[in-house]
Nanobody, 121 residues
Framework: QVQLVESGGGLVQPGGSLRLSCAAS????????MGWYRQAPGKQRELVAA???????NYADSVKGRFTISRDNAKNTVYLQMNSLKPEDTAVYYC???????????????WGQGTQVTVSS
């Protein structure tokens, strides 16, 4: 079994910062990409940032210059540093990983349970 566990969400004032973490654990053979999505009330889930093998990154236009995604390969952990937060960043943030399971060799996308980020004064 594979688990993705997020942490680091919370309440922050506009202009503040938060750092999200997501640790992948279990029978993992390889991780090809990890990323963060978010879903605000009444809206569809959207990509925030992704980090692919080789270091290529992809950011939503709305977060470019404010958010930074990074990864610790030794810990199978991905981070999202969020600066200059705005009220419109309020959402549940989900971690996602494209990985191959050890043993079965199957490849697929896995999701964390989500962590709430609220930006409000």
């Amino acid at each position: 079994q594979v688990q993705l566990v997020e942490s680091g969400g919370g309440l922050v004032q506009p202009g503040g910062s938060l750092r999200l973490s997501c640790a992948a654990s279990g029978s993992i053979f390889a991780i090809y990409a990890m990323g963060w999505y978010r879903q605000a009330p009444g809206k569809q889930r959207e990509l925030v940032a992704a980090l692919m093998s080789g270091g290529r990154t992809n950011y939503a236009d709305s977060v470019k210059g404010r958010f930074t995604i990074s990864r610790d390969n030794a810990k199978n952990t991905v981070y999202l540093q969020m600066n200059s937060l705005k009220p419109e960043d309020t959402a549940v943030y989900y971690c996602n990983a494209d990985l191959r399971v050890a043993g079965t060799g199957s490849r697929g996308y896995y999701w964390g349970q989500g962590t709430q980020v609220t930006v409000s004064s």
